[in-house]
């Protein structure tokens, strides 16, 4: 699923520097900002989630990236073994990985969602204000602003 995902953000990621400052681009992302802006003005429950979503982001994409290296590493260290126990060391040390990351995924995951209880109302308004205010932004300037 990781794996699916980093192409996605590949994809999202090369179509928005292509697109990204055509006109058209710019006119819905603005519209985009302002009706979830709006959304989560009104109920901040929304704005909770979208910070948890992107703090998540950021973190799983650190942890698959430690997850691969160390992939890596355990190939490269099978490689040098011989037979039987190179095969054993790899299906053990692949599964590890798998359950290491699936595991540390959840706890962070449950660690920003727990911290992000703790922020009150009105900041979570604030953060949707100011997202209308980027969109607006965008509208009226016809220039892409990306927090």
């Known amino acids: 699923m990781a794996f699916v995902n980093g192409i996605i953000g590949f994809v999202n990621k090369t179509i928005n520097k292509l697109f990204g400052k055509t006109h058209i681009f710019i006119i819905l992302l603005g519209w985009l900002l302002v009706i979830t802006g709006i959304l989560m003005l009104w109920k901040p429950e929304k704005a909770r989630k979208s910070l948890a979503g992107q703090g998540f982001g950021l973190i799983k994409g650190y942890i698959f990236i430690l997850a691969m290296f160390l992939g ?22 692949i599964v590890f990985l798998v359950k290491g990351y699936l595991f540390l995924k959840k706890k962070i995951s449950n660690k920003i969602r727990e911290w992000l209880q703790k922020v009150p109302i009105p900041y979570l308004r604030g953060y949707a204000v100011i997202q209308i205010a980027i969109g607006m932004a965008m509208l009226v300037f016809q220039k892409r602003i990306y927090f």
């Open 72 to 93: 890596v590493l355990l190939i490269s260290a099978a490689n040098k073994l011989n037979g039987l126990l190179a095969l054993v060391i790899l299906i053990f040390g």
